[in-house]
């Protein structure tokens, strides 16, 4: 029988570095809406859900959600790790795919791309990038993450450190040694035991950065949409073609540093 695939889109509106981003206009349509839409193209889900969650500053996304008709569940604010488990376990997820809503140029090739894999391959977990130490090859902005629901039950009753709870997978791929099995594959078994693959583009883009989480991200992307008429129907390949043929584009963020997993939001640890 064929797994059921859901992406679940995580999101807040009390970011940290930008609140409200995930609301903010792009173009006539918030950026939760263009992630929500770009992502649900993927051929390979069955289902797409908004997992945000139950603190008051996140009413006006679970009231947009309804209103919009996009499917919605509210969780933990800060344990990330327990509003995936639980959303997916509500909706009887096989497979589960991580999509962040700070990236409205997500692209759904991609998302099939990293499904297929771990699909066809039998991994435990699968993705387009991992964070350093490890290197990665496309835009911060496309990331795409994938793992089986019985893996994840797995971190969700055993992962302990603060990491692992508000960043969802690490418990995952921490430490993993990779192979290259292609130019655009490599592989390798965690310290844990979870077989890993990482998808690689063959050409290096792994600096560009499409991503929303300063007011220059969103800048960037309010600029990108517009040379696209509004449109979300443009693959990442066009804005590829786009901030190299307009150079100025991405001079818009070039400042911004980029958060890591040592990036831990110090409100959690307050509670």
Known sequence: MKPKVVAIIQGRMSSSRLPGKILADIAGQPMLTRVYTRTSRAKTLDEVIFATTTDASDDPVAEYCDFSGIPFTRGSLFDVLDRYYQTASHAKADVVVRITADCPVIDPELIDNVVATLLEDEYDFACNRLPP??????????????????????????????????????????EVKLSAVSRQLSEGTSPRGFKVALLNHTIDFGDYRWTVDTPEDLEFMRQV??????????????????????????????????????DIDKRALKR
Request: charged share 35%.
């Open 133 to 174: 130490p490890w290197s990665r090859t496309y835009p911060i902005g496309l990331d795409v993450e994938a793992c089986t629901f019985k893996i994840l039950k797995k971190a969700w009753k055993d992962a302990k450190e603060p990491q692992h709870r508000e960043h969802a997978m690490p418990y995952f791929y921490e």
């Open 225 to 262: 949409y517009n040379r696209f008429d509004g449109r979300d129907d443009f693959t990442w390949k066009e804005v590829l073609d786009l901030v190299h043929d307009e150079p100025e584009l991405a001079k818009i963020n070039a400042g911004v540093e980029h958060k890591t997993l040592k």
